[in-house]
């Protein structure tokens, strides 16, 4: 069953009561919320995912509440809790789906050392996967949801997920997050993206969230062989250009950008070792997603 | 050959040591400290003249690892980068001075 099976009613009536099991990737969620702007992100963006059984094993116990106190009249705020702890500051009331979402992002960081978590977004194309390490508002997710509008596999927009063992990339297809000029830039350049309201003013300016598309979500148990990584970096008016990126930066640009490097020790360094040296490994600026995808697709073509 | 009154350097064991080479560059894994760095040419070969050496190495002996030729270990300008080297794996940990 997925989220788009379940009546609007049973979806709001899980959430609030026993909680809604969702599975993401190789990850269960168990989310609870009365809030509708909970149920209303989830029934947009999580549409196509999976719902475990009620009953099920949960890999993470989520809740957003509101605070019980008079300021719930006055400004509203959104709790999020996990296992019944607060591990953040409440946000305001209308940010509760972004909240989530980055609350999610935070119970895979903080807790999948099953995998070597890299803060990536990646896509992937023939079982070849895109490797995108960047720090905020390097255009990451940007691009993301470029490719992943033309064709390209969403794997994540987010947290990338190594696997220890064979090294291949495991899916987490989440709703990808557009920050600020990004959410037009998307909105023009696929018309039928499907987009949630954006919340302003949180600590990322203004922020949407895209759904992933319905074949990434189906195919979120093929895991992709690392391929390429690429560091991309937007500039507004630049043309699209690949630079070779030596292997050993790359290696240490993804140490730099991996959660849980230290966590595994000489295991995660050959980890990395065994994806860079199967990676072409590049430095890429643009400034128009059209360009950008060419290269990509020539990339791909190329492989 | 050095003379027996200068330094003479080990590198931490080889267990204690993870490293890959691509191109000229290294990534280096410090067991002991937990941290991964990134050496260029010169450090790299400096650390993998140490590792293969098994034993103290002075500068000489180690600009003597780096090339074959016979004025190596009195090239000043390369004796200054090695002990510049040296004194930066000192700091990291990958290298230190023997007792005398």
Known sequence: MIVADLPERELARRLAGPGLRLRTGPVVNRIQSRLTGIAEGVALQYADHTVEEPEGFADFHVRLASPRSLRRWMSPQVHFLFDGARPFLPLPADQAFAMLEWGLNWCVSAHCHQFLVVHAASVERSGLAVLLPGNPGAGKSTLCAGLVNRGWRLLSDELSLLDLATGGVVPLPRPVSLKNESIDAIRRFSPGTVLGPPVHDTVKGSVAHMKPPTDSVRRAMETARPRWIVMPRYEGGAAAHLAPLSKARAFMHLADHAFNYDVHGRRGFELLAQVVTGSACFEFEYGALEDAIAVFDDLARNA | ?100
């Open chain 2, 1 to 100: 050959m050095s003379l027996s009154s200068a330094p003479h350097w080990r590198s931490v064991s080889v267990d204690a040591i993870a490293w890959r080479e691509w191109n000229g560059e290294f990534v280096v894994r410090n067991e002991r400290s937990g941290s991964t760095h990134l050496l260029g040419p010169l450090a790299g070969d400096v650390l993998r003249a140490l590792l293969d050496a098994g034993q103290g190495l002075s500068v000489a002996d180690i600009a003597a690892c780096l090339d074959d030729g016979p004025k190596a270990a009195s090239d000043s300008t390369l004796l200054a980068a090695i002990e510049e080297v040296l004194s930066e794996f000192k700091r990291l940990g990958l290298a230190e001075p023997e007792a005398q």
